[in-house]
């Protein structure tokens, strides 16, 4: 008699507001918290490196020596997040990452120019988030049910965007006021972030500790079985490997729009705001039919988006641009996110995250590298132009390489709702 209403109240637990529980409202403390640091230092090290010598190549080598270790050592960090506590990986990365803004912030009070000693504590960075971002995506399918992943994904990514929307903002007002300031509140952020995530109380997996050296190898195998999977994260590589423009906004901010630090936080917040927008729209409203054309639909508009912003000269439509910039990439991480998470076995997701967190390094950081090298050669306003071009071919040819993603409908629940968890 008295079993009934327990399970009934485990129902309106799975069926409640996901703002109620406890264990989400935590994460999204920590989550937030961290990304908000991330944005502010991430700002403050795009303007301050471009100010040391006006170098375009600089800002490509900022975004190498931060993906370079996660090409490197993404097997050992895959293993390493199957064996040990996630929760711990993530919050003690947020505590080295705050040392790391203390480090920039005396480098700039000491008015040491030389570049070198910036990438040496980039290269720190790129170390710690070798291990935690791939913990860091692992956690969330940990705290929901698979029924609400979709939902609790596009929420939480809505309010990450108002991290990374006021993130850069207040970084460029910090950066008015002095980089060591901007610096040293991203390491306060850091580590208020790493304070929540070590006393958020998570679900464990069965079977977590699993993963050994000889497996290491088993989240390729799973992506490469999967073409959906595999043309999803190799399309978001691509895309946004050529087409991205965030490393060069300092450049755009300062030479060709004469925005300023201010406007540099500006433009660096509007791909957030339209990535917020959309995530609201997909939390309400999430995708569930014929996802491989939405996604492909999409990484078009981003491309097209990015040619026009190469070519406006007009901060107000330049910042338009850049908000649907990132509301098209938005739906192409949520589509994303929802292949992997949900089509992957808990106990491969660490391996799996490890292995796709180099793609989105490479997009990322790599594409950095590739736009500051290009910009270098021929100009900032043609790199970014003849990228967005080469990211509207990646599309036909993936569309025509991975019929399977083309044809995609829904993203599956099965492989990973039928695997059991227990308290922590």
Known sequence: MEAAPAVKRKRRAVRGPLLGDGRFRAFLAGMLSSGLAVQIQ???????????????????????????????????????????????????????EALCSLAFAALVLAHDRRLGFYLAVLLIVGVVRAFTSPAERALLPSLIEPQ????????????????????????????????????????????????????????????????TVRRSLDGVRYILARPVIAGAISLDLFAVFFGGVTALLPIFADQILRAGPIGLGALRSAPALGAAAVAVLLAHHPPQRHIGRMLLLTVTGFGLATILFALSRNIWLSLALLFIV????????????????????????????????????????????ESGTLAAFIGTVPSVFIGGVVTLIVVVLWSLLFPALRKADSIPLAECSSRSVHPE
């Open 42 to 96: 991430s700002v403050a090290v795009g303007w301050h490196v471009f100010s040391l010598r006006h170098r375009p190549l600089d800002l490509g080598l900022v975004g190498l020596v931060l993906f370079l270790p996660t090409f490197t050592l993404w097997v050992a960090a895959g293993v390493f997040v199957d064996r040990h506590d996630r929760r711990w990986i993530a919050a003690s990365g947020a505590f080295v």
């Open 148 to 211: 609400r992943y979709l939902k609790a994904q596009a929420a939480y990514s809505s309010l990450r965007e108002l991290a990374v929307i006021a993130g850069p903002a207040l970084g460029g007002l910090l950066i008015a006021l002095s980089t060591a300031v901007a610096f040293a509140g991203s390491a306060l952020l850091f580590a208020v972030g790493g304070v929540a995530l070590a006393l958020l109380r998570t679900r464990r997996e069965v079977a977590l500790a699993a993963a």
């Open 326 to 369: 990132g509301g098209t990439d938005m739906v192409s991480v949520m589509i994303r996110n929802g292949l992997v998470q949900l089509g992957t076995p808990a106990q491969l997701r660490g391996r799996v995250n490890a292995l796709e967190n180099v793609f989105i390094g490479a997009s990322n950081e790599l594409g950095e590298f």
